[in-house]
């Protein structure tokens, strides 16, 4: 029988990693990392119109060291997000399909992601003075 | 009248949902948008990173970076909860806990929506 012969689906566990899957749920799990720093937004906004209080309680908790790990998360995340949403409309335009193109728009998504979110971070260091 | 219409012209491009690719082009009319507004915001987070009370709702009270703001919250809690529903749709397989978690994601990125323009309108407005 033709069909006993053929390969079994991969298995997710035993599935050999490769820079397009991966980038791939990468891409959702940074959009829902940044979707939850949304809210963040409108805390921060909200304690901004609120006045000085209420804005040194958020300045208080985004100062902390959670804090500043998830606002340097929430810079990272934002990074790939960003560049690797480049790469994604210029699929919808039906461009960069072939398997060469699309391994080298995924290292440079990745490559620019690693300086821009060095830079902002180093940015983040600098002013915030927290080095 | 519609009658006269082909069956196939009613169908075309709507699907099972009957609402086409609306929430597909919705994603990436969003994301144009925050291709702009993304490194805006960032430049301007990270300027205001030193700033106290005062100094930051100044600054985010001058009419352009109101009116930014107000473009980048919009079209960001609008990007949000169009991925978040996806999310769910393709993860969330019981039933209740889908509709539910569907309903929260709806009902807390437009309060966080509503909840940014009400803010940046008393800092523009009250400056």
Known sequence: MATQQRPLSPHLQIYAKQITSTMSI??????????????????????????????????????????????????????YHLLNGVRHLVWDM??????????????????????????????GLGVGGAA | MSRLRHPWAVARGLGSAKEGVAHWWAQRVSAAALLFLVPWFVITAVSLIGLDHANARAYLAEPMNATLMLAFVLAVTWHARLGLQVVIEDYIHTPWLEVALQLLVKFAYALAALASVVAIGRIAFTA
């Open chain 1, 26 to 79: 990468l891409h959702r799990a940074t959009g829902v990392v940044n979707a939850l720093g949304v809210l963040a937004l409108a805390w921060w906004l909200v304690a901004l119109a609120a006045g000085g209080e209420a804005y040194a309680q958020f300045s208080a908790v985004a100062g902390s060291l959670p804090g500043k790990v998830a606002l340097f998360g929430f810079a990272a995340t934002l990074v």
């Open chain 1, 94 to 123: 039906g461009l960069g399909f072939e398997i060469p193109q699309v391994y080298r728009s995924g290292y440079t998504v990745i490559a620019l992601a690693v300086i821009f979110t060095g830079l902002l971070w180093y940015a």
